[in-house]
């Protein structure tokens, strides 16, 4: 046969739930079989979810995942698809020195036909998989009806030499390759021309398989794709929803055929859709149904508030007004309007008798009495958490994050926070660009992630979700008379370039010195970051949208030891 179809199964799964996954895996694979796949691919660890973590380490889940696995493939054969080849991602055993492996296995005619372990074991960033996996030491090639095909699981094909390196002479027809890719913005160009490279290197066409779907504070974006040896994209999958697509390969033939092309995203899009997704399958994974949040009437809250919405629908959503004497009736205003525009449930909690009753026993000025304003707020929306089986949010930005600009146990409270990797000039963009999305029609619940697939329509909103005097204002915590954030911080359009340099590009000081920057503005905002960072440690996890984000990628000095 020189012909063959393969089925792109971009799916969301869950960490540990083998039931739910394999059932997951088998309606697909049923649905690839019906539409004529031979080849049905599934991401790295489907079986299991990813990333699973010490959970490896667990004996008895190990055999229950091998179990499962045989289950499966005797039930593709009792349903009469023994003939269909299911790849998908579990974990192994390494016979010799019991640890764990990263597996791939192929169910066929009723068993686990074959199986590949994962060479590289990535020790960076967000991954730790050297610490937890063994190491496979051979590559594989399946012969499915004369078709030789590669296999590769993710970092495989990031290193330079191994199982690549090997299949580039064993004259294979297809390299696969199945991920668990969590987001970046930008990534997806990267993927891209990685793919690019190593179809060239082994000299065939090249299907990347990824994961998709909210896993705590990773976003897997899906978009897998497949490209031509000469770098023609002959698939690509959309991004943040699952997925069944399919790419006919033909042996024969010099070019192969064009399949399905889904439109690149918008970067402010892109973004927004990684935030959500996290919050949304964040609340699916933990059984939350509802949040709440305070709603300040600043932009931070509304942009958070516009995302939960998003997420989970207005009326799953519960903002808290907690005024104090020092807010204004404008913030007042635009949290009200908030609410409306996002059909949430609104309620007024007034702190000033609180902050009195502690006053009187306290005596606090300065700094501590903001702060207990700011705590007596996250008491009450954690009071509002607990009764009611809210999911409660944080609502900072990662610039606020970045320099301390928050109270620990006040605005920092929360279980989730969706824009911790949002610098604040990115919470405008995307206010923005949320808006004019609602101008263009799109409703809330109509984002496109997983769970919204078959959502054709929504709730009608308002043409403006987000007030636009939450985005033009002066940026103030209001905890003080007159109080302007830029009394405490930088400008924010200068602070975000000095903190994307300082963070996300690992620029020292001498480097930011010579990117321009004035050097009481770097020495200002070095000093800020590097003693905040007792109090990220302490912040909610929230989606990771950036090559660097706190807590799971970057450890801040703490002295000024390594500062140059």
Not at 154 to 171: F, N, R, S, T, Y
Not at 254 to 268: F, K
Not at 555 to 563: G, H
Request: hydrophobic share 40%; with cysteine.
């Amino acid at each position: 046969m020189t012909q063959l179809r393969f089925a792109l199964a971009q799916i969301d799964t869950r960490v540990g739930d083998l039931d739910a996954n394999a059932e997951a895996i088998m309606a697909y694979s049923r649905r690839a079989a019906a539409d004529h796949a031979q080849v049905v691919i599934f991401p790295e660890m489907s079986l299991t979810g990813y990333p699973i973590e010490d959970l490896a380490f667990r004996a008895t889940f190990r055999k229950a995942a091998w179990d499962k696995a045989n289950a499966m493939a005797k039930q593709l054969a009792a349903d009469d698809l023994g003939g269909l080849y299911v790849v998908a991602g579990t974990v192994g055993t390494d016979t010799e020195s019991d640890k764990p492996r990263n597996r791939l296995v192929v169910l066929h005619d009723g068993v686990v036909w074959a199986g590949y372990d994962k060479h590289f074991l990535p020790n960076y960033g967000v991954f730790d998989e050297f610490r937890i996996f063994s190491s496979g030491q051979r590559s594989v090639v399946l012969d499915i009806d004369g078709t030789r095909v590669g296999l590769a699981i993710c970092e495989d094909i990031w290193q330079d030499g191994g199982p690549v390196d090997e299949l580039a002479g064993q004259h294979i027809d297809v390299l696969l390759t199945i991920n668990g890719s969590p987001y970046e913005e930008g990534k997806t160009h990267t993927r891209y021309d990685l793919a690019v490279r190593r179809a060239r290197e082994v000299n065939a066409p090249m299907i990347y398989l990824n994961q998709v779907g909210g896993q705590d504070d990773l976003v897997f974006d899906g978009g897998s794709f497949v490209v031509e040896v000469d770098g023609t994209l002959l698939e690509r999958s959309p991004m943040f929803v699952e997925n069944l697509s399919y790419f006919d390969f033909d042996k024969q033939a010099e070019h192969q055929q064009l399949g399905t092309i889904a439109a690149e995203m918008e970067r402010d899009e892109e973004v927004y859709c990684a935030c959500v997704l996290g919050l949304k399958d964040y609340m699916a994974k933990n059984h939350f149904t509802g949040v709440c949040l305070g709603l300040s009437g600043g932009i931070d809250s509304a942009l958070v508030a516009t995302m939960a919405a998003d997420a989970c629908g207005g009326e799953n959503v519960c903002g808290i007004s907690m005024p104090s004497q020092y807010s204004s009736d404008g913030s007042k205003d635009d949290a009200a309007d908030l609410a409306e525009n996002l059909g949430a449930h609104y309620e007024v909690q007034a702190i000033e008798p609180l902050f009195q009753s502690f006053q009187r026993q306290l005596t606090l000025g300065g700094v501590a009495a903001e702060n207990l304003q700011a705590r007596i707020r996250g008491v009450i929306v954690m009071a509002y958490s607990n009764s009611r089986n809210l999911l409660a949010l944080a609502t900072g930005n990662k610039s606020e994050l970045a320099c301390g600009y928050s109270t620990i146990y006040g605005d920092a409270v929360g279980g989730y926070a969706p824009i911790k990797d949002l610098l604040k000039t990115r919470v405008w963009d995307l206010s923005r660009w949320r808006n004019k999305a609602a101008q263009d029609g799109l409703g809330l619940g109509m984002l496109p992630i997983v769970g919204n697939e078959a959502a054709a329509s929504a709730k009608a909103v308002p043409s403006v979700l987000i007030p636009v005097s939450s985005i033009e204002k002066e940026p103030s915590a209001e905890l003080r008379p007159g109080q302007k954030d830029s009394d405490s911080l930088p400008q924010y359009a200068l602070l975000d370039q000095v903190l994307a340099a300082y963070i996300e590009h690992a620029h020292g000081r001498a480097d930011l010195l010579a990117d321009g920057f004035d050097e009481t503005t770097v020495d200002t905002v070095m000093r800020l970051v590097d003693r905040a960072e007792w109090k990220r440690r302490q912040y909610p996890l929230g989606p990771k949208v950036t090559a660097l984000a706190f807590g799971r990628d970057r450890r801040l000095p703490i002295t000024n030891a390594f500062r140059e």
